[in-house]
């Protein structure tokens, strides 16, 4: 509703059915003149003495002093009248009136430190709980333009200031308490969530370390909530679905407490919706690709693994990899999560169990087409050799000997295709040494650090290093556990093209010195050790 619309709620007391009718009569009459002294005093300049008076520590005290005093006068007036609005509307309005003139301090950021110690921004925090929900979005509106982060940057120390003020007050459980209250079929408290949202990014944005205590204030749930409503889709369920990737980047304690509430489930039954159908718009794309993200992102939490197999996630995804829809490159990627590392050897076993190798070696023989928007071509085949890669090590002799069985079937045709890969990608590496070698050159010794060595060998993984590691290690391992007809395919396929195991060697020797760092030490030597012997293998 218009702030123009006097609150309807009045509270149930004692009295004949046509008391209250009356009452509701009385009511909307003056909602009726109140509109029209709203509209009045918007088209009179006089009226809004921000616009005119130009800026300067009394004058903003003044405004700071005038919201003050119209906000307790508005208090006093419900707690007098909690029953007849026609008491309070015109405090209301004025309320609503001072409230828009102080966007003007949105502008000039300096005069933040005033509104900090005339605890102003504890009033307007305050007003997020005003009955009035017209108040509350008015608020809403002016704190997200306060927060913007371009005017924040404008002056870091009053910015700081503000956000402290902010959080100190428990802004997030007071923007989430006045959202659950709105009723977005109404354009402006659709409006007011948005810009609810607008906040809290705001907020993120310029200090990111608080995204945890927000998330377990409520917002994670609140998120989770919004993103399943059944409604529509529209700007605020992208929103919401653009915040809780944000919120679940490189933070563990966010992404467990997302498995703890069961999000994990609550992503993989709204991304089972596109199984079947493409997003109806380029919005509900990007929405759908930030949940895929929030998947993948959820999945390098390991419990949040179990939670992923135990919810079917690897079936849908599995699905969503046959049905060929927009959703289909997405799930590659959150195959390749779920996968990767130790955490991920059940996870590869179960996906053989459930016949995905029929789905996952097509896409290896040729590369999905990409979508106008989301992953590149390049990055769907790293995608696709890492999960390769991580159901080669299966550890079941029989599912082991199933993968082994397609690198065999139609004359060894995938084994083909690996070496394919592997030249293209030894190409685009011999490429990049060929530069990093020219710029070494014009360095000097002192220029030659050790962080500069990790720059070159990070430039070179960027350029097919990693995925010609992931290829590498495929054709080794093959070669050691498979029939003697893999490792025979692929030695005349290097002969073919005047290669030899050398260029094969440097890079799985490459790749074990340079293996990073895991939780399980015993783990990293194994697989240390179970590589170099099957280089050792691979020569011979």
Known sequence: MNVTELLSFTPETPGSSKRKQNEENNTRLHNKKAKMQITDSASDPSNLEAEGEALDDASVKRMIFKFEKKTSRNQELRIKFPDNPEKFVESEVELNEVIQEMHVLATVPDYYSIMIDLNTIQTLLHLLNHD???????????????????????????????????????????LIQNMERLDESVKEEADGVHNSLGIIENVIEFRPE????????????????????????????????????????????TRSLLGDIDGIDVLLQQLNSYKKRDPDSSEEFECMENLFNSLCSSLMYTPNKERFMKGEGLQLMNLLLREKKQSRNSAIKV??????????????????????????????????????????????????????????????????????????ENDHEKVERLLELHFKYLEKVRNCDKQIEREKRSLTADDVTDEKDDEFYMRRLDAGLFVLQLLDYVMIDISATGPSTIKSKIMR????????????????????????????????????NKILGYLDQFQK
Not at 234 to 252: G, H, M, P, T, V
Not at 386 to 406: A, D, E, F, M
Not at 509 to 528: C, L, M, W
Request: glycine share 6%.
């Open 210 to 253: 608080s995204s945890r205590d927000l998330a377990a204030q409520g917002l994670l749930k609140w998120l989770l909530q919004r993103i399943k409503l059944k409604a529509p889709f529209d700007s605020n369920k992208l929103y919401a679905s653009e915040i809780l990737a944000i919120l679940l980047q490189d933070n563990d304690s």
């Open 335 to 408: 195959l390749d999560y779920a996968m990767t590392g130790p955490e991920g050897a059940e996870l590869c076993q179960k996906f053989v169990d459930i016949l995905g190798l029929r789905t996952i070696f097509p896409l290896f023989m040729k590369t999905p087409k990409v979508n106008k928007k989301g992953l590149t071509g390049g990055q769907l085949e790293e995608h696709i050799v890492s999960i390769l890669s991580s159901i080669v090590k299966v550890g079941s002799s029989t599912q082991k000997q199933r993968v082994l069985n397609k690198f065999v």
């Open 132 to 174: 009035n929900t017209d108040i509350s979005i008015a608020v809403v509106d002016l704190l997200q333009e306060l927060t913007e982060v371009d005017t924040l940057n404008d002056n870091e120390d009053a910015a700081e200031g503000l956000i402290d003020a902010l959080l100190e007050g428990q802004i997030t459980a007071l």
């Open 493 to 528: 396929i290097l002969n073919m093209r005047g290669e030899s195991v050398k260029a094969v060697k440097g890079v799985m020797r490459e790749y074990v010195s340079n293996i990073g760092e895991t939780a399980d030490e015993k783990f990293r030597e194994k697989e240390q």
